[in-house]
């Protein structure tokens, strides 16, 4: 039996993804819950929290359609606890993804920050667009 898939969204793709139903950032999260496991850890869904409930994203997204994208990603991911730290990252805050691929066993990272794509691969593991996702995933199905 093949190893279940298993990926970390950064904040940005997440944030993308609630703002256009029909983009290649929402597509990207919408098919890694379909063939594997998102990876979450209490920071980045902290962060997520903290950006989705900035005044300014009330005008694009509702507080109702933000609590249920919120719960649609938790639902069924797996919550990484963090027990080896990572400093790798040019941008500090960035390091907490990087944290939830090490310590989640992750098969890739997406993400549209170039402070995370400029490392790919991190320790091996894939660090990829949206638009990269989609191919890369079709391609390592186990």
């Not at 991190?122 to 995933?137: D, N, S």
Request: glycine residues 2%; charged residues 25%.
């Amino acid at each position: 039996m093949s190893p279940e898939l298993r990926f970390v969204f950064d904040t940005n793709v997440l944030v993308s993804a609630i703002l256009s139903k029909t983009s290649v950032p929402r597509q990207a999260p919408d098919l890694a819950r379909a063939r594997g496991k998102l990876l979450l850890s209490w920071p980045t869904i902290v962060e997520l929290h903290d950006v989705l409930t900035r005044s300014r994203f009330a005008r694009y997204v509702t507080a109702e359609d933000r609590r249920l994208f919120m719960a649609f990603l938790i639902k069924d991911a797996v919550l990484v606890e963090i027990l080896d730290t990572v400093s790798e990252c040019r941008d500090p805050q960035d390091n907490k993804f990087l944290e939830a691929v090490t310590n989640g066993q992750a098969s890739c990272l997406v993400s549209g920050d170039q402070d995370l794509l400029v490392l790919n691969p991190f320790r091996g593991v894939p660090v990829i667009t949206p638009a990269e996702f989609l191919t890369w995933e079709s391609e390592n199905q186990p």
